[in-house]
């Protein structure tokens, strides 16, 4: 039987896509890239991670403890936020040894994905679903969209609301949006439902949940000739509220080091 690779797996997998990306990619890049290199099918894709990070994918989990081995052998960074490059084009992947091995359950969890668990925790089990769609509301509010109306009305496929996008103060996209706290994969049936309740009735759809969508689902939200569905995953709300600082506290710490040119060329100027 067919399984998730690991993260000592997928280091090289990882180097190679950013490599064939041109030496940097997001995570979503390279993750897609891996995805096609390796042919990985969907029922490995699309399971879920079991423990700690609930609302993502196991592929999605080790692939970011790759990540986070490749940059601390110094093989990668992440100048930008979610942006990746290479910093070393090489064939020599860096493996830890096997007493690291054993202790990868004891290590930090990579990409700050400890304050992301305790979101999901918090979205999926503490806020409640009214609170939640509040929240969606907010946030499309703090991001540019206008008329944002929480409807909620049963047996109207899911809708939860309705909003405008105006683009550059001309353009307008009327946009329906879904939004669902899950823990899981949101599937290819959630899709389509939501698409029909949608039909005739808005320019784009917007489907938001705290947990991830599955391969055949992400295929059919950008389906040639339907309506087009954006999606957002457990990942990139978390993304978003910490970008518009929403019921997260980000802390920036201040770094001092000496400019010693700066003082040499004091010297010189004597």
Same mark, same amino acid.
């Given at each position: 039987?067919?399984?998730?690779?690991?993260?000592?797996?997928?280091?090289?997998?990882?180097?190679?896509?950013?490599?064939?990306?041109?030496?940097?990619?997001?995570?979503?890049?390279?993750?897609?890239?891996?995805?096609?290199? $390796?042919?990985?099918? @969907?029922?490995? /894709?699309? !399971? =879920?991670?079991?423990?700690? %990070?609930?609302?993502?994918?196991?592929?999605?989990?080790?692939?970011?403890?790759?990540?986070?081995?490749?940059?601390?052998?110094?093989?990668?960074?992440?100048?930008?936020?979610?942006?990746?490059? $290479?910093?070393?084009? @090489?064939?020599? /992947?860096? !493996? =830890?040894?096997?007493?690291? %091995?054993?202790?990868?359950?004891?290590?930090?969890?990579?990409?700050?994905?400890?304050?992301?668990?305790?979101?999901?925790?918090?979205?999926?089990?503490?806020?409640?679903?009214?609170?939640?769609?509040?929240?969606?509301?907010?946030?499309?509010?703090?991001?540019?969209?206008?008329?944002?109306?929480?409807?909620?009305?049963?047996?109207?496929?899911?809708?939860?609301?309705?909003?405008?996008?105006?683009?550059?103060?001309?353009?307008?996209?009327?946009?329906?949006?879904?939004?669902?706290?899950?823990?899981?994969?949101?599937?290819?049936?959630?899709?389509?439902?939501?698409?029909?309740?949608?039909?005739?009735?808005?320019?784009?759809?917007?489907?938001?949940?705290?947990?991830?969508?599955?391969?055949?689902?992400?295929?059919?939200?950008?389906?040639?000739?339907?309506?087009?569905?954006?999606?957002?995953?457990?990942?990139?709300?978390?993304?978003?509220?910490?970008?518009?600082?929403?019921?997260?506290?980000?802390?920036?710490?201040?770094?001092?080091?000496?400019?010693?040119?700066?003082?040499?060329?004091?010297?010189?100027?004597?």
């Amino acid at each position: 039987m067919a399984k998730v690779p690991n993260r000592y797996e997928l280091q090289d997998p990882v180097l190679k896509a950013l490599k064939q990306l041109g030496g940097s990619g997001t995570n979503e890049e390279i993750y897609e890239k891996v995805i096609e290199n $390796l042919k990985l099918p @969907s029922e490995i /894709v699309d !399971l =879920p991670h079991g423990k700690g %990070a609930a609302g993502r994918t196991a592929l999605d989990y080790e692939m970011a403890w790759a990540r986070t081995y490749l940059k601390n052998a110094g093989k990668i960074d992440a100048p930008t936020r979610g942006v990746w490059t $290479l910093l070393k084009v @090489s064939d020599v /992947v860096y !493996l =830890p040894q096997k007493e690291d %091995a054993k202790k990868q359950h004891d290590e930090p969890v990579p990409d700050e994905e400890s304050w992301k668990d305790n979101l999901h925790r918090v979205l999926t089990q503490v806020l409640t679903p009214k609170g939640f769609e509040r929240l969606i509301q907010r946030m499309l509010r703090e991001s540019g969209f206008v008329q944002v109306e929480v409807t909620g009305q049963n047996g109207d496929g899911g809708i939860d609301g309705r909003g405008i996008v105006r683009l550059n103060g001309f353009l307008t996209f009327h946009v329906f949006f879904q939004c669902k706290r899950y823990a899981g994969a949101v599937g290819v049936e959630k899709i389509r439902d939501f698409r029909g309740a949608m039909e005739g009735r808005a320019d784009k759809g917007l489907f938001i949940t705290t947990g991830y969508f599955t391969r055949e689902a992400e295929k059919e939200a950008t389906r040639d000739g339907a309506r087009p569905i954006e999606l957002v995953d457990g990942e990139h709300l978390a993304e978003k509220l910490r970008e518009l600082r929403l019921g997260l506290k980000v802390e920036t710490i201040e770094r001092v080091s000496v400019d010693e040119p700066w003082f040499k060329a004091i010297s010189e100027s004597e």
